[in-house]
């Protein structure tokens, strides 16, 4: 009996097993099928891209929010609280990591599980480390696709987490309705080496650890970001960045989080950013899916690979532009 159960857990599903599984919210369903969606194998490609499809109806409903900063700062604690919070107003919350180092350091994923202790215990919560891949565009892509599972497995809410170190939430923000930035509070230089364009894609500034003696510093860094932010243009949501403090240590200025959430929510909503802005989230992931397919055909064929490695050499050793380069590689694939 026990065999048999461990037999079934390896067992591959079969594509309406994964649908239907997925669909009725089992778990164990749900991370098997975003196992098959990161896969690089082109024959599990083949069925993740059916699953998605059939499932695709059931996605949509859920609120994405995007949440990055830099090491540190404190995102995961912050998520541990925040999803706690989420939870206890009946939310069910999926959190998925898009970790571009995870590649190298084999990503916080340790960390993470104790610093996340109770969510990841927590039956409304879902917790899904980083996808590895060998591009950040290829992992972007394979987390976007496992948060359309979570949708259809019901969950309404969806975290997706990334490192802020300039990489990364560009992608994130392609694929979230809400976009929080976590900051610290006089860490030295004013912007801690966040970039500017990182500032201006946020809808909200977060200081964190605003408990004990940083309070006070806390407040300052309000005011200063809140100026800062005067100087940037009001972006095409028409809502003006808030900038608050908060304490996951002590679980405070977390429902206030929430709540500037929801008021963008509502405001995009009526101003109808909100379904426009995924309109056009929907057309980038069109330009990955196809780009994605166009360097995997390049990959398949051994002389275009071979042309294309030779291509990539000389844009890495600047001896061609990468416009040039990439013209080129057009014109070779066409002739394939
Ligand atoms: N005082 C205080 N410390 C906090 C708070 N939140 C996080 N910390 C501490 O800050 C450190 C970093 O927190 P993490 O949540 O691991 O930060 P992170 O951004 O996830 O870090 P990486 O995963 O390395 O990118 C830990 O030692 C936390 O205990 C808070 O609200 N108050
Ligand atoms: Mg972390």
């Not at 059931?58 to 706690?84: H, M, W």
């Not at 980083?130 to 019901?154: D, N, P, V, W, Y």
Request: charged residues 20%.
């Amino acid at each position: 009996m026990h065999q048999t159960s461990i037999l079934n857990l390896k067992k591959r599903l079969t594509l309406p097993e994964l649908t239907s599984g997925i669909l009725a919210g089992n778990r164990v369903t749900l991370s098997k099928g975003i196992t098959l969606v990161e896969s690089i194998l082109p024959e599990d490609e083949e069925m993740a891209a059916a699953l998605l499809e059939a499932l695709l109806p059931y996605t949509g409903q859920a609120l994405r929010i995007g949440i990055t900063g830099v090491p540190g700062v404190g995102k995961s604690t912050f998520i541990e609280t925040f999803g706690s919070y989420l939870t206890s107003i009946n939310k069910k919350l999926a959190v998925l990591t898009i970790d571009p180092s995870s590649q190298l350091t084999h990503g916080s994923i340790l960390g993470d599980k104790t610093r996340m202790e109770s969510l990841s215990k927590n039956p409304n919560a879902y917790i899904r480390p980083s996808a590895s891949g060998s591009t950040l565009g290829g992992i972007a892509h394979k987390t976007r696709e496992a948060a359309l599972l979570c949708e259809a497995a019901g969950f309404d809410t969806i975290i997706i987490e990334t490192v802020g170190i300039g990489q990364s939430e560009t992608a994130v923000k392609n694929m979230v309705d809400f976009f929080l930035l976590l900051m610290l509070a006089g860490a030295g230089d004013e912007l801690q080496g966040i970039k500017k364009g990182i500032m201006e894609m946020a809808d909200a500034l977060v200081i964190t650890k605003a408990d004990g003696e940083n309070k006070k510093k806390a407040a300052m860094a309000v005011a200063d970001y809140t100026h800062a932010l005067h100087l940037f243009q009001l972006p095409a949501s028409g809502w003006t960045a808030r900038v608050m403090t908060c304490s996951a240590k002590e679980n405070e200025g977390i429902a206030e989080v929430w709540d500037a959430i929801q008021q963008f929510e509502t405001h995009t909503k009526l101003n109808g950013f909100f379904v426009q802005n995924r309109k056009q989230q929907n057309k980038t992931w069109l330009y990955d899916c196809f780009n994605h397919l166009l360097q995997q055909e390049v990959k398949k064929s051994q002389t275009l690979g071979a042309q294309v490695n030779e291509l990539e050499k000389k844009v890495e050793a600047g001896s061609i532009s990468a416009y040039q380069a990439a013209k080129e590689m057009l014109k070779k694939f066409k002739a394939s």
